[in-house]
């Protein structure tokens, strides 16, 4: 069965294949669309497919399918075109699956290749159901617990080929700038305030970070919360990650001062620098206007929802 060694990636590789699929192409193939030879391969390890059935969910170009097997089981599949821009952040999550500690709750990568001109990953696949982040739903502490787990498990990462939070962060200044260099931008002396005195160094740290958490990403089996798809994981300081999910968390109807006394239970969180934390609350919402504003049709009002919950704690950080 073909399985192939991890080819490293650049931080700037992926910050291009990011802003390409957050761009225009967001093409989701069909089991049915895989190379007859991608197929075989997969049911050499996993056994017969009677059935596939396409994720509805998501933005990530690519494959992604529950294989229903001929011995009742199931297994997740994803995939993409080795030559596609979105195969860097396959290729990202595919050093992810093979890193990341087994406390970790998370799909545990059972098989992989890099060969036959397609990146190809299966998956435990996780029969959960989707979590609930709005005020008053259990799952908001038990999602919250995860987020303090993922921290004391994932640091330090011990590894030196983990790439930069720095990295990700490039295609958020970069929106970012493209905004405030126009100079039309609405409310724009809040992100110069809240940029001000912001420093990228800050970001820096021995975490491994996932980066992406969202109720997308998270699926809940009884009272134990998964996180899925890793595809911009990165090293960086541990606050990072609660700051980046927090705006989901305003998005579902919190308030951003609720949301502040929600993260205070996180020891990444009480360790935050506040400049820093406010200047990456400003560019998370930019690149999230930039892309309601120019980003496909069918997701921009998405974008203008993430980017209207960034802002209000923005204007609370800053009030």
Request: proline share 7%.
């Amino acid at each position: 069965m073909p399985s192939c060694g991890f080819r490293p990636v650049s931080a700037a590789s992926v910050t291009r294949a990011a802003s390409t699929i957050r761009g225009t192409d967001v093409t989701r193939f069909q089991w049915e669309d895989l190379p007859q030879a991608v197929r075989d391969a997969v049911q050499d390890h996993a056994g017969p497919v009677v059935k596939a059935e396409t994720a509805t969910a998501g933005l990530m170009p690519g494959v992604a399918a529950r294989l229903h097997l001929g011995d009742g089981g199931s297994v997740f599949l994803k995939a993409c075109p080795a030559d596609h821009p979105a195969a860097k952040l396959y290729e990202r999550e595919l050093w992810a699956g093979r890193v990341l500690p087994a406390a970790v709750p998370t799909p545990r990568l059972r098989w992989s290749s890099t060969e036959l001109g397609w990146i190809a990953m299966l998956h435990t696949f996780i029969d959960g159901r989707a979590v609930d982040l709005s005020p008053g739903s259990p799952d908001v502490s038990a999602v919250l617990g995860l987020v303090a787990e993922l921290g004391s498990y994932l640091t330090p990462y011990p590894g030196d080929d983990a790439p930069p939070v720095s990295g990700n962060v490039s295609a958020l200044l970069a929106k970012g700038r493209h905004l405030l260099d126009r100079g039309t931008l609405a409310e724009q002396a809040l992100y110069v305030a809240a940029l001000d005195k912001w420093d990228v160094a800050e970001l820096e740290g021995a975490t491994l970070l996932h980066y992406d958490l969202h109720a997308g990403n998270l699926k809940a089996v009884g009272d134990q919360v998964f996180v899925l798809d890793w595809g911009f994981a990165c090293q960086g300081a541990g606050w990072v990650e609660p700051v980046m999910f927090a705006p989901r968390l305003i998005e579902a109807g919190h308030t951003p001062e609720r949301v502040e006394e929600l993260l205070m239970d996180l020891p990444a969180w009480r360790s935050a620098p506040g400049d820093g934390v406010t200047g990456l609350v400003a560019l998370w919402t930019l690149f999230r206007l930039y892309k309601a504003m120019h980003g496909p049709e069918e997701v921009r009002d998405f974008r203008g929802r993430a980017a209207a919950a960034g802002k209000a704690w923005l204007r609370y950080r800053l009030a």
